[in-house]
């Protein structure tokens, strides 16, 4: 018995030496290099906050079902914005002389297509920015409201302006949806789990898809079933209105208000294992970050704050990666898919191309479900680096089968040709390798733009960014049936290969790897440069201190 009490003291004492040991490393390390430059202090406040952060994101590792259930309800948006730029391409195919001329013609398609995307630069730009004095959840309420609205309008148009007019309403709500789900998500999200629960909206956007070619599969020879098609999407709008009181505020943004109870209430049900002392501390770690954005918020208009995402040099870099991040994600060409994948299977011979648009959008959901389970596991940026080059190979493939399908008509679509089988289907899996790898990779990682900004810019950075987004997405809607008629389909598609190329590039130099790192971590990385480095170093050290905290927990236990 002494025996055994002895050699547990002898633990206990060689424990308090370890700890002793490893509150000094900090300035150790310093002393021992007292030449060292800035790039190669410790990045975060201090080492009892480092200490103390990283023993509470060991514990975030499991998702409590309050957390599920509130990310799910958000994401019905993301459904929203998956359905309504879905179900646009059976619904062309199936309009027909319902809006008035026989047929539409190319440049009224790229109309009503463009048109939404020009509502969503709007509300995307917007959202942001409104959300930072209205709360994040209360954007969503509005966006709900005009879902509502859009889909009424299209679904009783008989002419091609006002279908152009309810496309562009419900693009306003697409992006106030693209910008605030995400941001919200990720201000709610724990550390550990952050990509994986932003991830999720993007998984309802490619269910929306889904559900939109599946729709529009089995409307597709009703007459005038284009309606339906665009007027249920006002039902999971009004059930995500029903929702919205149940949703919690952020709790950055109720500590920026001045609401500490509401926002420590809050996090006690996002971490629904963690003590009060645990609940405690988080609010005092949020606290030190949000405190400086009331600082400025308080000191600056709103003028100077939009200006300094451009003139301060952490907020600057951050704004060029979350911006090229969403060009690339447009420029690549995808939606090109989700517009006009019916008018394209169509011209290439397949006689169900609603049915065959399915395939593209249910690989497109299936791995963006790979992508929810691995994203926080293999890291951001790893998976972009991954993932292009697979793009870059589809979009290759699919250019050369362009190439040899089209060689009887000079390269050139013409519906009703009899194309070889052959080679349609060889473009229908140039196309699924592709969307597999977008939806591994850039379909999701933009989205986690929020993470990048500070408190005081983060609403006006997501907002340009999504604006970005928005942007390319017009460009490549209003220009792509013009651009093939121009360069023909092989050309059109070697053109998007080759922006992917450009789009690898630039994440292999500018975007560092977030996974793992606090929203107030990842804003302190830009500080020197683009933050590759300082990212590594930081995760690098997050470990280690994780594996101080078990080794710790382990000596407890003996």
């Known amino acids: 018995m002494e025996e055994g009490t002895a050699e547990r003291h002898l633990s206990h004492s060689q424990l308090i030496l370890y700890i002793t040991i490893l509150q000094q490393q900090p300035s150790n390390r310093l002393k021992q290099n007292p030449a060292a430059d800035e790039s190669q202090q410790p990045l975060t406040r201090t080492s009892d906050d480092r200490t103390l952060e990283a023993d509470l994101d060991a514990k975030d590792t499991a998702t409590t079902w309050y957390i599920w259930m509130l990310v799910l309800a958000s994401s019905i948006s993301g459904l929203l914005f998956g359905y309504d730029t879905g179900v646009i391409s059976g619904a062309l195919v199936t309009i027909r002389g319902d809006l008035g001329p026989p047929e539409l013609s190319n440049m009224q398609k790229e109309l009503i297509t463009s048109s939404t995307t020009l509502g969503a630069l709007l509300g995307g730009l917007a959202g942001g920015i409104i959300s930072d004095w209205t709360g994040r959840k209360w954007v969503l309420g509005i966006a709900d409201v005009i879902f509502i609205a859009g889909a009424a309008v299209q679904a009783v148009s008989h002419t091609v302006w006002r279908m152009v007019w309810g496309r562009f309403v419900i693009g306003i709500g697409v992006g106030l949806a693209a910008c605030i789900v995400p941001l919200f998500i990720g201000e709610l999200a724990p550390t550990a789990q952050r990509g994986r629960l932003v991830t999720v909206n993007v998984v309802s956007i490619t269910l929306g898809q889904v559900i939109a070619y599946g729709i529009g599969a089995a409307f597709e020879s009703v007459p005038g079933g284009w309606r339906w098609m665009v007027g249920l999407g006002a039902v999971p709008a009004a059930l995500q209105f029903f929702f919205l009181p149940f949703l919690p505020e952020s709790p950055r943004i109720l500590l920026r208000q001045g609401n500490r109870y509401t926002a420590a209430r809050n996090l006690s049900k996002i971490y629904g294992k963690a003590t009060p002392e645990e609940i405690e501390q988080r609010v005092r770690l949020m606290e030190d970050s949000v405190q ?205 290969a080759g922006l992917c190329f450009i ?56």
């Open 292 to 496: 400086e954005s009331i600082r400025i918020t308080k000191q600056t208009t709103f003028a100077q704050r939009f200006m300094s995402v451009f003139s301060v040099n952490e907020n600057r870099r951050a704004l060029i990666v979350a911006c090229g991040l969403q060009a690339f994600q447009q420029l690549c060409g995808f939606n090109t898919l989700m517009y006009y994948s019916a008018t394209l299977f169509k011209s290439i011979g397949f006689n169900k191309p609603t049915a065959v648009g399915l395939i593209i959008s249910g690989t497109n959901f299936v791995f963006t479900l790979f992508a929810l389970k691995y994203i926080d596991i293999i890291g951001r940026r790893r998976i972009m680096l991954y993932s292009s080059p697979g793009m870059i190979f589809g979009l290759g493939f699919a250019s050369v089968s362009f190439y040899f399908l089209t060689q009887k008509t000079n390269g050139v679509l013409v519906d009703g040709t009899d194309y070889p089988k052959s080679w349609s289907i060889l473009v229908l899996f140039s196309m699924v390798c592709y969307v597999a790898s977008y939806a591994t990779g850039l379909g999701n990682v933009p989205w986690q733009q929020g993470e990048l900004f500070a408190l005081e810019v983060r609403g006006i950075g997501s907002s340009l960014a999504t604006a970005t987004n928005w942007t390319g997405n017009l460009i490549i809607g209003a220009t792509y049936l013009s651009l093939i008629h121009k360069i023909t389909a092989a050309g059109a598609f070697a053109f998007y």
């Open 503 to 558: 789009g690898w590039t630039f994440c292999r130099l500018c975007y560092p790897e977030t996974a793992g790192l606090s929203l107030e971590e990842v804003t302190q990385i830009f500080k020197d440069d683009f933050g590759i480095e300082a990212a590594e170093r930081l995760r690098r050290e997050k470990a280690e201190l994780r594996a101080d905290v078990d080794f710790y927990e382990n000596w407890c236990v003996m």
